[in-house]
């Protein structure tokens, strides 16, 4: 599968070959929406707490004899039936995470860098630098149309380009070994360097 390369000034850097395995399969929503399940399950925080009954703070005398009211027989104040009083069952700290085994998180890689290349929403670039000015960085993604977009370098981002794209709202910034499903598919572009293309087929083979 062979690809255009451009420039940051939108010229022409020639071409390059991307590998079938990685951009040419047929995308599974299936395995898609696995992975992203997984991601943002793990990324929840799972703070929510709430007090039960030996929580509230409440006199623990009995409300009112047992006997001769004509209401019910009730003991503590601190009953859920009670208005403040402690929470039946409800939510307590505890971590959302689920396994997911990396030969599937490989795949559903795969198929998220398939599925941009396949809507035509995968760009290549020479290389992600710049003299690190954010007006400069913007006018050159004004003209080469990109409105959301997601640029995965090498090894390393270009500390210049990290700079400028910074302050850049609509730009996201990540090394190969942070490119994730999730990322990628909320990208409206996905920005690929020569060396993140190489460091990608080199991860996922």
Do not use: C
Not at 5 to 15: E, N, P
Not at 104 to 113: E, N, S, T, V
Not at 191 to 204: F, P, Q
């Amino acid at each position: 599968m062979k690809l255009d390369v451009i420039t940051l000034d939108g010229g022409s850097a020639g071409s390059v070959e991307l590998d079938e395995a990685l951009f040419g399969l047929e995308p599974r929503a299936d395995i898609l929406h696995r992975v992203v399940r997984w991601q943002r399950n793990n990324a929840q925080q799972g703070t929510h707490k709430v007090k039960t009954r030996r929580e509230t703070s409440y006199s623990t005398k009995k409300i009112y004899k047992q006997k001769g009211t004509g209401g019910a027989r009730h003991g503590d104040r601190n009953a859920p039936i009670f208005r403040k009083g402690g929470v039946y069952k409800g939510p307590v700290p505890r971590s959302h995470g689920h396994e997911l085994t990396k030969k599937f998180r490989k795949l559903g890689l795969k198929h998220a860098l398939s599925a941009k290349a396949r809507a035509g929403e995968l760009v290549v670039i020479e290389a992600a630098a710049t003299e690190g000015k954010t007006a400069v960085l913007a006018r050159q993604l004004k003209n080469l149309g990109w409105k959301r977009a997601l640029v995965i370098d090498g090894a390393e981002v270009n500390e210049g380009f990290a700079r400028a794209a910074r302050n850049i709202e609509t730009v996201d910034v990540l090394p190969s070994m942070g490119a994730n499903v999730y990322d990628i598919l909320r990208s409206d572009t996905l920005v690929l360097t020569k060396a993140g293309v190489e460091a990608l087929e080199a991860r996922l083979k």
